[in-house]
């Protein structure tokens, strides 16, 4: 069964220093997304992607935050300048037309 | 503000059982409920329901909708400590031209042998 694959599974980053974590949606599907949850905490969406822009995104997304889908697998999402507070699980999800999304397994970013 | 409340937020039962989880909510622009799977890593999809009174099954798991009531339930019978998990609910609301997904606390469900 195709799947969201996220790498790396953990990113051990010092603060201030910038993050790209990678993310190859399924294949044939045309939405995408980044979530971020905090240890012990609910899941916080990010932002949407459609056709190739952002579509939607939260208070959380501010400017240290950006997406691009590079060519046509690839879905990243780049913390410029990383704060003790990006610490959290980031999950990747992809969804075709009309259908659930799927998640990644996620990354663990880890800010000293 | 949109928001959906899951209860209890944690449950502990024997294998065997079976346990009902809730999910309510209030959400404009509703378009669909999820249930997923949360064990160690990503959450795993389980149901999406759209349309009330319609029960969806897959093995021992069941859900069902009421968009009157804005609520939805996850029963789990025969519990196997496989079961074991955090389920979370999540209602997808339509935001301008996108879909969003508004996500519960979750319910941590731990099944002892």
């Known amino acids: 069964e195709p799947e969201v694959t996220q790498t790396p599974s953990h990113q051990v980053t010092q603060m201030g220093q910038e993050v790209i974590l990678r993310c190859v949606p399924i294949s044939n599907h045309l939405y995408f997304y980044w979530y971020r949850q905090i240890l012990g905490q609910k899941v916080e969406f990010l932002v949407s992607?459609?056709?190739?822009?952002?579509?939607?995104k939260s208070e959380i997304f501010d400017d240290q935050f950006s997406v691009e889908r590079p060519d046509g697998s690839n879905f990243t999402l780049k913390i410029r300048s990383t704060k003790l507070e990006d610490s959290a699980m980031y999950f990747c999800?992809?969804?075709?037309?009309?259908?659930?999304?799927?998640f990644g397994d996620g990354t663990r970013l880890s800010i000293l | 503000e949109d928001k959906v409340v899951q209860s209890p937020l944690s449950l502990v039962v024997h294998e065997g059982d079976t346990v009902t989880l809730n999910c309510s909510y209030e959400?404009?622009?509703?378009?669909?409920l999820l249930w997923y799977k949360q064990e160690k890593k990503a959450p795993t999809f389980l149901f999406m329901l759209?349309?009330s009174g319609i029960e969806k099954k897959s093995g021992r798991l069941s859900s069902i909708l009421d968009k009157k009531e804005l609520f939805s339930i996850l029963n789990i019978t025969a519990t196997q400590t496989g079961d074991s998990a955090v389920y979370l609910c999540a209602v997808e609301a339509k935001f301008d031209s996108n879909y969003q997904l508004i996500w519960g606390a979750g319910t941590k469900l731990i099944i002892k042998p």
């Open positions: 759209t349309s």
């Open positions: 992607f459609y056709n190739n822009e952002i579509s939607e």
């Open positions: 999800a992809s969804r075709g037309f009309n259908q659930p999304q799927h």
């Open positions: 959400v404009t622009n509703f378009r669909s």
